[in-house]
């Protein structure tokens, strides 16, 4: 097994066995913006404005409109938006499930891709591109074909735990649609700053990801293979409740990129902001 | 008598099912059918060795069906409905740090 996987299952049996994560939330007794009910459909959805920056050279940024949520939680079983997964533990300051989840880095390439929601303009795929070495017509330039970038499922451990005011994850996963068999770690930890009638959250984390998978987007055959990378992010999110229904909501996300996918010659840009503001509507 | 139960989720405010109510006995019988708190509901029989009534009925509470002497004086049989409401489980919504939009 991967040595990344080994060092978080050894975390996981830490994790649920011993007392040193505290910070219990207690049991769900009652609908809150923490527990759901047992074996029904919760949907949500935010309409407003909002913008995700795309690092590939010579791509528009994805504007956001739109942003569902749907999730159905039964006694183990679970769906929450894109991942499905299954809990494996259940404790009061921590949880472990079983989880799949779709491959990121695809909303740079496709605008049609789930993970952009709803988008304007036409659906496309920007499936394949091409590097050019130097300016086209110039003697000497090389024009190397890219390759399309499917959509790919990767599935994993998740560890949920709470520790006082702060919440964390780690997930640990593994691609199994077959495409590049790559591994991808990402954690977050959350903090609220405010928490009254009005909500401010920080959060702050990361994703690794192996060479497999830098390689398979970011990569360039003949030309560039790039290593593991790790992107550290932060994001502040906004909300406040105006009824039962609406909830105003806004957030901004930055990601920094690592050199391993910056110095791809498809890459143009260090970073990735992601920032939207609108009303989130309940609809059951 | 069907049913034996009504079970209640969350959602629901009262029990409407149709109540399904049979009797028999070795000799014919002159007696009344009525349900405890619902006055309007009585099936008389006079010189019956059996019966059969249904009805729709709503209710919150256990419902008892009684089988009466025509005066209403004494009870003869008695059986209810139990009405049983369903609780819903609650669990913890998965939190998220590193979701970008949750």
Redesign the interface.
Known sequence: MHSTLRIFVLLLVVATSSPLVAGA?G?????S???????EWDLSI?LGAGVRTNPIADRSDIPLFA?P?L?Y?G?RF?I??LEP?VTLF?GDAN?V?LIAAPGYDRVFFSRGDLQNVFVSGPLSSIGTGTVVLVPPQTEGAVEIPGHRRHTTYLAGPEW?FSFGRF???L?ALREVTGRHDGYEV?????YPLIRTENSLVA???F?WKSAETVDYYYGVKQLYRPDSAFNPFL?IGYSRQLSERWTLTA?V?YEHLDDQITDSPIVSKHSVV?A?AGFNFKVF | MRPRVCTLSDNDSACTTTVRAEWRSKQNESLCLVIVDQPHIRRCWEQHSEGLYSVEVSFTEDLVVQLRDTELDHVLASQAIAVIRKALQFRRKRRQPWSIFY
Do not use: M, P, W
Request: with cysteine; hydrophobic share 35%; glycine share 12%.
């Open positions: 939330q049991k769900c007794t009652a609908v913006a923490d527990c759901v009910a047992v074996g935010a942003i949520q999730s939680y006694k679970f929450d938006s997964g259940e949880t499930n949920l919440a964390g994850q997930t990402r954690s977050g930890v959350s959060n702050a984390g994703t994001k957030f996300h992601t939207f």
